[in-house]
């Protein structure tokens, strides 16, 4: 076994020593069934999904094999333009100094 430092709330201590006292076992034990039964309910868990996969289904096949050709070609002013959304239409103004 390993050897470890928690830091816990003066009142959680009170009660472990006391669960201790009434189990009669040591407070390290109680400490370890407890992370025990912690780690392997997070493990039988279900991981969690992303929720943004085949979010935008293209509905192609091929989409992995022409990744470029269909990013670049698709956009004939080329892939360093940006949208006319994202354009500023008014330059910037200096703030005084």
Known sequence: MKRTTLFIDPQLERELQALARRDGRPMAALVREA???????ARSAAPARLSFVA?????????????EELLFDANPAGPRSRPKAARRTAPRRRRPA
């Open 35 to 41: 992370v025990a039964q912690y780690v392997a309910a």
């Open 55 to 67: 979010a935008g289904r293209s509905g192609r096949t091929d989409v992995a094999d022409r990744h």
